[in-house]
């Protein structure tokens, strides 16, 4: 996406983030997490793990 200031490519780590946990991962690594980070993460665990449930 060519943003040269990091600070402006939070949502895109946070995306980034999303996507692996929803298909897997357990473990990430990643900067600048804050509580918003931690729960959109949450939420997608969340997701991932009770998706067989509804369909």
């Known amino acids: ?5 990091p ?3 939070y949502f895109g780590s946070l995306s980034s983030t999303a996507i ?3 298909n897997g991962a ?3 690594r990643t900067h ?3 509580k918003d980070f ?3 993460i949450r939420m997608a665990k969340i997701i991932r793990d009770h ?4 369909i």
Request: hydrophobic share 40%.
């Open 20 to 22: 692996a946990v929803y």
């Open 51 to 54: 998706r067989k449930n509804w």
């Open 7 to 9: 600070k402006d490519r």
């Open 32 to 34: 600048d997490v804050d």
């Open 38 to 40: 931690c729960n959109f």
């Open 1 to 5: 996406m060519d943003i040269p200031d």
């Open 26 to 28: 357990n473990i990430v």
